[in-house]
């Protein structure tokens, strides 16, 4: 539960901090619910009502909230943030072409993903003409364990980046494929290593399977990984070894080569 505003002393530096958490706590509610009140929101985070509606207002004045009927919904605002954090990754612009390219060849969804504080981020993301509709969208955060881009990320991070990242996080399972052991996660890294590229069989859907592989930096790590994926009975694990593999490997190579000469 959030700790009231009025807690602390409202001159005091750490009573600052924790307004900030408060305010971006109410964010986060209102993003996973969508909508909500002022005493919805002031109930649900355990907070004065007066308080929330002082971030609340806050927000809104700035674009950051809309209100509808008296509910708060997330703003346009943070669309030009997260627009203006998307363009400015080197990987962003030397990648959309052939994300865009992936897509048209394989028919199916691919993807540009990137790590940021312990998780994969889908950075960019088009769709073919047989792609089916998944929960994927762009600039949603997820786990790097269970999805073939993430893996191909975290298998090419320095070493004690991936214990950094496997000391912190939990391998939830997402579906009975899911790896979760962490030792069997640091063999499945090694095999990545070894090949160069990534597989998700089902790991974080049922009925899906993906490829991915890294975009290498000239020194020790990553920039980030193109993925693609689809239905287990077209993308199947024969498909995603062969020709799919060659694609993306092929692929990564010349992003790589265009991000070294922006």
């Excluded at 971030?55 to 605002?77: I, K, M, N, Q």
């Excluded at 391998?171 to 790896?179: G, M, R, S």
Aim: charged letters at 30%; aromatic letters at 6%; one cysteine or more.
């Amino acid at each position: 539960m959030v700790a009231r505003c009025g807690d602390m002393a409202p001159d005091s530096p750490t009573n600052a901090v924790q307004s900030d958490e408060n305010l971006l706590a109410i964010l986060r509610t209102i993003r996973e619910d969508d909508l909500h009140g002022v005493t919805e929101l002031a109930d649900e985070l355990g907070m004065a009502k007066s308080s929330v509606h002082g971030h609340l207002a806050t927000l809104e004045s700035h674009g950051f909230l809309t209100r509808t009927d008296g509910r708060y919904y997330v703003g346009f605002r943070f669309l030009d943030y997260g627009t203006f954090a998307r363009n400015r990754h080197p990987l962003f612009q030397a990648a959309k072409q052939s994300v865009d390219e992936l897509a048209a060849e394989t028919n199916e969804r691919a993807w540009c993903v990137i790590e940021d504080n312990d998780e994969a981020v889908y950075l960019y993301g088009a769709s073919g003409r047989r792609a089916i509709q998944t929960h994927e969208r762009i600039g949603e955060h997820t786990t790097l364990h269970d999805i073939a881009a993430g893996k191909a990320i975290l298998a090419f991070l320095p070493d004690e980046r991936i214990d950094e990242v496997l000391s912190t996080t939990s391998l939830v399972a997402k579906t009975p494929h899911t790896i979760t052991d962490k030792e069997d996660l640091r063999d499945e890294l090694q095999e990545i290593r070894d090949r160069g590229i990534a597989f998700n069989f089902e790991e974080s859907m049922e009925g899906v399977h993906a490829a991915g592989a890294p975009i290498r930096r000239i020194d020790d790590g990553v920039y980030g990984s193109i993925s693609v994926g689809g239905p287990a009975n077209r993308m199947t694990k024969e498909r995603l070894r062969g020709d799919i593999a060659d694609m993306l490997l092929g692929m990564a190579n010349e992003i790589e080569v265009n991000i070294r000469h922006q």
